[in-house]
């Protein structure tokens, strides 16, 4: 059995959910997460929790495949507050 995604199939999404604190020098460090998550509406839903509870939040996805490290680039879902820029 092969892990490739046959043509007409949704390619694997990797969808993670971090929220940001500030630490005793001021930077941001990750407080919760990163997180995998289920759907993108999961990690909206969880982001928008744990917006009033952190310095920073942010859910984002990308097309994935691990098997062949192929990665596509970030969607940002949800963002609130300070986070680091993504790379």
Do not use: N
């Amino acid at each position: 059995m092969s892990d490739h995604v046959l043509p007409g199939q949704k390619k694997p999404k990797l969808i993670v959910v971090v929220a940001f604190d500030r630490g005793d020098e001021g930077d941001l460090c990750s407080a919760y997460g990163p997180t995998d998550q289920q759907s993108e509406e999961r990690a909206v839903r969880t982001a928008k929790a744990l917006a009033s509870k952190h310095i920073g939040v942010i859910a984002w996805s990308r097309d994935a495949d691990p098997a062949l490290g192929d990665y596509g680039p970030p969607t940002t879902l949800f963002v609130s507050g300070d986070v680091p820029d993504m790379e």
